[in-house]
């Protein structure tokens, strides 16, 4: 009879003990997953603020203006010159302290600056940097703060900028729905705009969207002459005269670190 009332009460005190172990454990759990939650979203903020801020520069919004034709966006660059503005104290009212070419601007705060990207209908619309390599930028803001929203950024490789006869842009899938997530999504439009350094308005049409992985003969293309980009431009339909090529290139949820998501895009 001892024996039994010693043996439930061990059975009673290990049963606690578990039931408090495993209590702690998921209390602890939790904690973790929403503590990283809010760093997770304050970090994405962080950088969110610092590119609304950006925006206000953008060479998209202060070069040039949006007409609508036939359901589909064209932008008209603005006349900078003094006829349009009138007089010189309207055209610094228009653009306050920025110089007339808003690349100047952007280059002043980062010299690594390289144009800007904008997608109708996506929260696509940032500066595209190119650093010494493909890390830098990674984590890396536009404004060089350390930030795990990091950048829109050229591939190093692209050493003549969009000039290139293929220009591949990285970015994040964020979680935050910020930077390259946008892709992910139904593309409403066949469209990507670029300004480049000389504030030239540059349009692509979108080719193709594909999963894929890092050894996608896209990549193997980088630095590869003008006619090996044509001769894949061809075998993607691209109208006839196509020679330049742009990829846009981010990251997924799969467990697979080498799987991609790009986009394909020809000049016209």
């Known amino acids: 009879m001892i024996f039994r009332k010693s043996s439930s009460r ?5 049963g606690n003990t578990i039931f408090i172990i495993v209590l702690c454990i998921v209390t602890t759990t939790i904690m973790v997953i929403v503590g990283n939650t809010i760093y997770i979203q304050r970090v994405y903020l962080v950088a969110q603020r610092e590119y ?4 206000t520069t953008s ?3 202060i070069g040039f203006k949006e007409e609508i034709i036939d359901d589909t966006l064209f932008f008209e660059p603005y006349d900078y010159d003094l006829d349009y503005y009138g007089d010189e104290a309207e055209l610094k009212r228009v653009l306050p302290d920025l110089d007339i070419a808003p690349a100047e601007y952007l280059r002043a705060i980062n010299p690594d600056y390289i144009g800007w990207i904008f997608i109708e209908h ?3 619309d ?3 940097v190119r650093g010494e390599d493909n890390t ?3 984590e890396t803001t536009f404004m060089g703060t350390r930030n795990r929203a990091g950048s829109i950024f050229m591939d190093y490789r692209n050493t003549y900028g969009f000039d ?3 220009t591949v842009l990285y970015g994040h899938n964020s979680r935050s729905g910020a930077m390259f997530r946008g892709l992910h999504s139904d593309l409403e439009t066949d469209y990507i705009h670029i300004v480049n350094l000389d504030n030239e308005m540059l349009v692509y049409r979108i080719l193709d969207k594909r999963l894929t ?3 996608d003969v896209a990549f193997e293309l980088i630095g590869a002459g003008e006619s090996a980009v044509v001769d894949y431009l061809i075998f993607l339909d691209a109208p006839p005269g196509s020679t330049r090529m742009l990829v846009l290139s981010t990251c997924t949820t799969s467990r697979d670190e080498d799987e991609r998501l790009i986009v394909i895009a020809v000049q016209i």
């Open 164 to 166: 290139s006869p293929l």
């Open 59 to 61: 060479p998209i919004r």
């Open 136 to 138: 830098h930028y990674m």
């Open 10 to 14: 061990v059975k009673y005190i290990l």
């Open 122 to 124: 996506t929260e696509i």
């Open 126 to 128: 940032y500066p595209v």
């Open 213 to 215: 992985d890092v050894h």
């Open 52 to 55: 609304d801020e950006l925006r």
